[in-house]
């Protein structure tokens, strides 16, 4: 099968349809292709998205795919002294992936896209030392697409990275690896607040979230940082809920209705993303907070910057690596900053040990913990001289080093 494009998308999660849905809105001819056949299962997400932030707010969320509003969250350090953040209204969703995607790609054929699910890309296609679309395989049956441009929209194993040679790999230390349930019976406080637990003991570089989804039905789960710590994400999550006081006492007659492994790439974004006719967005360019883990928010954002650069270098005839590096320079106006500070403040909130992680929580409030991990400055230095300190204060010179503390 030979088909020709404009503009080809390879990879159908929130990166890939946000690209296709930005670019139609710009009047141009997108075809969207997933190696799945139901695209959005099985789920590897926590299924979180703020309001706020690198958010959503370039789409429309698929009303149908909001399972619980969320306020805030609360946030747990090694011995469990609480942070809490929460605003009067509703300030993110827990939503369900396998609907949240499915509708997005639906919304990207309503604009005016084509879609073919079910296409496994597995090499590039070249005309005159150029790339000129894909190859994959579909049914069994060979599949040639020519485009003018492909974006790479297919997540943390990128495949079109791999090929274009952007990203021969995401390194082992810069993976992170999940571990999910999905589980009833979870006694759970607030289901309009997101819980997360720290420490080295809990999970290595991550934390273990509680994710309501209903007043009993939770997502529990954790990442670890790649070649972290002495057992897999499997074992630190079973350890969380068998023996960690809070883990124990929330999943008491929790019973798990689902389980799901996946990985992360926390190591920021790849140093290129574009060359002649082709671009990265999302998991695939790297675009994940590297504290957090969200990644949904950045690949809608960068996403639709993409899909625009696409279809304005389509139409002027010029989609040299030169003309689509305005998607770098418009994504890295927004967040290339944040990136690098919050690797930074990751590489600290690592080496931290977890007595100073529960002298952090202390003098932290929840409007601090927003505002850090947006890379913007807190004011909280006062109140930890107060305290006397020597270890927190060094830890809260470093922030200001990183421009994170007043
Ligand atoms: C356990 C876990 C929990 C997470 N929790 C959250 C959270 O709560 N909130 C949040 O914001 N982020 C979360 N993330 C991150 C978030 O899921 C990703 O950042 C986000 O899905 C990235 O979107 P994307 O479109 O770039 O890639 P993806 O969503 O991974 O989509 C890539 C698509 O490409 C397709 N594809 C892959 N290879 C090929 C190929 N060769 N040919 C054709 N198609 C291909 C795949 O089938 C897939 O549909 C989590 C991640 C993990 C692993």
Redesign the pocket.
Known sequence: MEIKTDLLV????????ATAISALKKGGKVLI????TH??IPV??????GKTGPSIAEIEIPENAIVNPIRGFRIYSPNLTKVDYAKPEPDGYMID?RIF?KELLAKACETGAEAFVG????ELLYKNDQISGIV?RRLGEKVEIEAKVVVG????????AKLSGLRKSVKIKDI?S???YEMVNVKIDDTDLLEFYLGKQVSPRGYV?V?PKSENRA?I?L?IGGGMGEKTAFHYLQDFIKHNPRGKEICKNAKAIEF?????PMGGPNPKNVQDNLML?????G??HPI????????IVC?SIAGEVAVEAITEEDTSEEALSLYEERWQEKYAKEFEQMLKLQKLLTEAEDPLLDKLAQVLTGQNVIELTAGKKIGVFLKAAAKGDRQLLTLLNQLRHLQLVQ
């Open positions: 390879v990879g159908a999660g929130p990166g890939g349809t292709i997933d190696r799945k695209v959005g590897h997400c926590g299924e979180a998205i992936r995607d296409v496994n890309v597995t994959g929209a297919d997540g943390v194993n990128s495949t079109i992170e999940c571990a999910q979230w994710f997502n789960g990442g799901r492994v996946g990985a992360l967005v999302g998991d695939a360019a675009q994940v957090t883990g969200g990644g949904i928010g950045y690949a996403g």
